[in-house]
Structures are given as C-alpha cells and as structure tokens.
C-alpha cells in the first residue's frame, strides 16, 4: 500500500516548522513579554536562554533537513520541549487553566520523536 504522503515529506514540513521557531526566538529575544515567559531562577540574562533554545531548534531542523545526525536532533529537540513543558510551562497552565502551550509542546516532541525513530542513523 504505497503512503498518500510520504514521510519524508512531512519531516521536511516538521524541520521548517522548528526552523521557523529558531528564528521566531531570535526575533523575540529581547521582547519584554518573551522574558516574562522565563522562571525568574533563570540565571543571567533571559535572553540568552531564549538565544540557546532558538540555536536548538535552529540544529534540529538543520538535522531533518540533511538527513544527518536526525535521530540524536530528534531527540535533544524533544528533550528541550519535555523541559519547556516542565520549567516554562507547566506553573502558568496550572494557575490560569490554560494548557494550549504544554500540550502544543507535548505533541511537538511526540512528532520529534516519532522522526527520530524512523531515522536510519
């Protein structure tokens, strides 16, 4: 039975999308709401943070895409998303009943997990 949508396909739509939000971080970097996002145990400067985060998303799609080291970007990327739920994430939906974020996340790393397993390397 040949797939209606090849998987490769999707990966390549799955890397543009967290490419897209590598460069969203960067742009954002220095918004005033984006550092509220962050813990206030945070160390240094949330900006920084918000750099690391977007150079990883940036290296996971750079991964898919070259079809080179995918199953390692994979899974770091779905680990950094599994810590955005945990750390960034989970207080605000608690306290404001709003779980759009960590559950966008869950099924983020879920899909960067599913890649990683179909890679050959």
């Not at 040949?2 to 999308?17: D, H, M, N, Q, S």
């Not at 460069?23 to 954002?28: A, G």
Request: charged fraction near 15%; proline fraction near 7%; glycine fraction near 6%.
């Amino acid at each position: 039975m040949t797939k209606p949508i090849p998987t490769r396909l999707a990966e390549i739509g799955y890397a543009f999308v967290m490419a897209a939000f590598g460069v969203l971080h960067f742009k954002s970097a220095n918004l005033p709401e984006v550092h509220k996002s962050l813990p206030s145990y945070f160390p240094g400067d949330p900006s920084i943070w918000i750099y690391i985060s977007g150079v990883g998303f940036l290296l996971a799609a750079i991964a898919i895409l070259i079809n080179k080291y995918k199953r390692f970007g994979c899974y770091a990327l779905a680990a950094m998303l599994f810590v955005f739920i945990i750390v960034v994430h989970l207080e605000p939906a608690i306290k404001d009943q709003n779980y759009y974020q960590p559950l966008k996340d869950l099924g983020l790393a879920m899909a960067a997990i599913m890649i990683g397993n179909n890679a050959s390397k």
